[in-house]
């Protein structure tokens, strides 16, 4: 014999009731089946609504179950044949009208109590377990529908009855001893008390009927028929890439259920473990999908297999915390605390104690929290005004996840993995609690972090394939353009080789922002940024944060003063960031040492090589330096691209103010040229290099000699231009001076003895400087190891491609 239990959006409507007659007829080919139903999809729920609108004097309680009425007349309509439909018709019309007279009742009494919700909410599997036996009769099948309350004897616990297990199978084992059709209804979730009232068996007891019987007869097997195809790694509302589990042991299939696993309910699995009868979870929609096996004879997984089997979460989550010096050492506290809150029916999810024995934190329902804080504080009432114990102390808003596996047991790093990638992720985890048979790992969250915290879980354990980063670009300009196309070409390769996804999951520029958490498409991002939301740094950052990615990278190619002050917000979320904008690394010292420190301290990453030289490793090379343990005692560099195109160029047949156009024309400069001119950005990327190779240094303690006759610098960009043709003649002095000495001009910035400066040089041919063309940068380091020899760095340094390979070789970096 097996049993079969339908519930949920399999019995929601007569289309898919059918679907169930299919699945019975194929079941009930070769052997007897036994059918457990829940109520219609809904009904329940209403009926309870009903009931308490009525205990409130709201006369909408009536609509309530006229609506419900129709709902089962249709059903009959829909699945009966017309010739046997007027008895079904009379038999719900009837039992509804004995629903209203028990509203009538509660309307007058102004009472709703357990036995009565109970009463009322019985009707829902007794009605539906009925029409679906009329529905099997009239297609010729030989189905009688059995009373579950006639055979489930509990105890008179109201809204939650305790099953007699002994004297339940007895019954169930005289009836089928006496009753031998092949096809079984029965109502699930309702039983009897011995006065012979009506008990219930808890909201999503109908599998619990179905497992109670599966034990009784000791059934072939149990199968839960819902509409997935069976458990889930995780739950798919939550994680698109969820997978089904094939097969699962009753321990773990237990703890799943107790943390929040929707497929099965959690006392379900009792009986049939018990009896050592398979379990299958099925799909009514895709009966041919091969669902997921719940059995104690599964073969042993070897040490290479999966570590962990599922992850599951239940939500409504508040944290209740006992402490004080009066706790340590004195026995019976934790026995008082408990027996307190079992005597308010108050159920405890989650315990974790101190080993000093200074407090207790248990996590519970949300909507008990405040019962509880109350009955507890009673209770302890004399230690309170003693100040042995403090007042019990509440947080809500909160959630449990379970990583739940039997490999997890005696499996080294499992923890040390769970923690390691929620704390790159900038999750805080308020509570933490692992049972010492190592099966479950549990801990408490915010419940906003939920979503972010079972999917980067999930892709930790489950998705060994491809890490999803989710990136947010500000600023689509010259170089972010070229970013942004440069990664669309690269994701394959990246997806096929590095095992990363690299979703651009929101864009902005200076006016709109766009957002897509599976990743804007390349055919159609700009047109969607143009019909985007107004954006500031600020609102893009908020955004950011309130959608809360796992694996988040912001990325700043831009040149805004203003950006950079949104940087410390990301990083105190644990979002990495990548700047190609200099102006938060060349910020005071103190700040730029916060920005780092940030980053460590919430586990994330703070790049900014293409803050100096494009894409040229400099920066790279200084940290790898550092950290190999070398020092370095001087640079010299030329490290603006635009200064050095300008100076090679620049040969006295053509104005200084045309060279320079033409060099913005190319993209070598700022929007404001005279940033580079002038040597603050070259100031900027001493400063930047000077602080990496562990030097304390100020922008302002940089020497700058500027080469720029002062007018140059007043005024509009157009206003500039004019005065360097004004000052052209200047310009080819300086020219005229190099070359008398045989030498060349090069823009050079050093740093040596703790000191930096930046200015104009004439630089002979046997310098390393002398051989730089178009627009190439040079860093020399001279270093304890690299003392006779120097360590140079040379290439590209400046260019929209060269400047978007840089940020993109930083992004690829902090995943």
């Not at 004879?297 to 089997?309: F, H, P, R, T, Y």
């Not at 104009?760 to 020899?789: C, M, W």
Request: with cysteine.
């Amino acid at each position: 014999m097996k049993v079969l239990k339908f519930g949920g959006s399999s019995v929601a409507n007569a289309e898919n009731i059918l679907q169930v007659e299919k699945i019975v007829k194929k079941e009930s080919l070769h052997q007897q089946i036994v059918v457990v139903v829940s109520a219609f999809h809904g009904v329940t729920d209403t009926l309870i609504q009903a009931a308490e609108a009525a205990s409130h004097k709201d006369e909408d309680y009536a609509g309530l179950i006229k609506s419900l009425e129709e709902k089962h007349l249709q059903a009959i309509k829909d699945l009966i044949p017309i010739s046997e439909q007027s008895s079904w018709l009379s038999f719900v019309k009837k039992h509804f009208n004995d629903i209203e007279d028990i509203c009538n009742g509660i309307f007058i009494l102004g009472e709703f109590t357990g036995r009565i919700k109970d009463k009322i909410t019985s009707y829902g599997e007794f009605l539906s377990s009925n029409i679906i036996t009329a529905r099997l009769k009239s297609e010729g099948c030989n189905a009688v529908w059995m009373d579950s309350r006639d055979l489930i004897r509990t105890d008179s616990n109201f809204t939650y009855a305790k099953v007699d297990l002994a004297s339940t199978e007895k019954n169930i084992n005289q009836y089928f001893g006496e009753n031998h059709q092949q096809i079984t209804i029965a109502p699930g979730f309702i039983a009897k008390d011995e006065e012979g009232n009506a008990t219930t068996l808890g909201r999503g007891g109908s599998d619990y009927t179905a497992a109670i019987i599966a034990s009784a007869v000791n059934a072939e097997e149990l199968q839960i028929w819902t509409d997935v195809s069976g458990m889930m790694t995780a739950d798919p509302r939550l994680v698109t890439s969820a997978k089904v589990i094939p097969e699962i042991s009753y321990q773990e299939a237990m703890e799943l259920s107790h943390f929040g696993a929707k497929v099965l309910y959690p006392p379900t699995v009792q009986p049939v473990m018990v009896k050592n009868i398979d379990l299958w979870i099925k799909n009514t929609f895709k009966p041919e999908d091969r669902g997921t096996l719940v059995s104690q004879n599964l073969e042993a997984n070897d040490s290479g297999g999966q570590i962990a089997v599922g992850i599951s979460n239940m939500n409504h989550i508040a944290l209740l915390t006992l402490e004080g010096s009066g706790m340590i050492g004195i026995p019976g506290i934790s026995a008082k605390l408990f027996q307190c809150l079992s005597d308010e029916k108050i159920n405890v999810i989650l315990i974790t104690q101190s080993s000093s024995e200074h407090s207790i934190t248990i996590a519970i329902g949300e909507k008990d929290i405040y019962h509880a804080q109350s009955a507890i504080n009673t209770a302890f009432e004399d230690d309170l005004k003693l100040q042995r114990i403090e007042p019990a102390k509440i947080e809500t808003g909160l959630a449990i996840v379970a990583l739940v596996g039997e490999n997890m047991k005696s499996r080294s790093g499992v923890s040390a993995k769970m923690f390691g990638c929620l704390g790159n992720n900038g999750i805080n985890i308020r509570a933490i609690a692992q049972g010492s048979s190592e099966k479950n790992i549990s801990i408490v969250i915010s419940e906003n972090d939920i979503r972010k915290v079972i999917n980067v879980l999930h892709e930790e354990f489950f998705e060994s394939e491809v890490k999803q980063v989710h990136l947010y670009l500000c600023g689509t300009g010259n170089v972010g353009s070229k970013l942004i196309q440069q990664i669309y070409d690269q994701n394959e390769y990246l997806k096929e080789n590095l095992l990363i996804n690299l979703r651009i999951a929101g864009l902005s520029n200076s006016k709109k922002m766009v957002f897509e958490n599976k990743g804007l498409s390349s055919a159609d991002y700009a047109e969607l940024l143009t019909q985007g939301e107004d954006s500031t740094p600020k609102s893009f950052a908020e955004e950011i944060i309130s959608r809360n990615l796992r694996n988040s990278v912001f990325i700043d190619v831009t040149a805004s003063a203003e950006v950079p002050e949104i940087y410390e917000s990301l990083l105190k979320r644990s979002v990495n960031i990548v700047a190609c904008n200099k102006i938060a690394a060349a910020s005071d010292f103190k700040h730029y040492k916060k920005l780092k420190n940030l980053a460590k301290d919430h586990n994330c990453k703070f790049f900014f090589e293409t803050n100096v030289g494009a894409g040229l490793p400099i920066i790279g090379t200084i940290n790898d330096l550092i950290r190999s343990g070398d020092k370095i005692n001087s640079i010299q560099a030329v490290l603006s691209g635009t200064l050095n195109f300008v100076f090679n160029n620049y040969d006295g047949s053509r104005p200084f103010s045309e060279v320079v156009a033409q060099a913005q024309k190319e993209g070598y400069t700022e929007p404001d040229p005279r940033l580079d001119l002038a040597g603050t950005d070259v100031a900027r990327k001493i400063l930047i290099l000077a602080r990496e190779a562990g030097y304390t240094l100020e922008f302002e303690e940089i020497e700058n000699t500027a080469f720029l006759p002062e007018e140059c610098m007043q005024g509009s960009v157009e206003d500039f231009y004019q005065a360097l043709s004004k000052y052209e003649e200047h310009f080819k002095n300086l020219l005229n001076e190099a070359k008398k000495e045989g030498k060349i001009l090069k823009y050079v910035a050093e740093f040596n003895n703790g000191k930096a400066k930046v200015g104009l040089q004439h630089i002979a041919p046997e310098s390393d400087l002398y051989h730089l063309y178009g627009k190439d940068n040079i860093v020399i380091f001279k270093t304890s190891r690299y003392s006779e020899q120097p360590l140079v760095v040379k290439g590209a340094g400046a260019g929209a491609e060269v400047t978007a390979s840089g940020v993109f070789a930083d992004i690829v970096r902090s995943v």
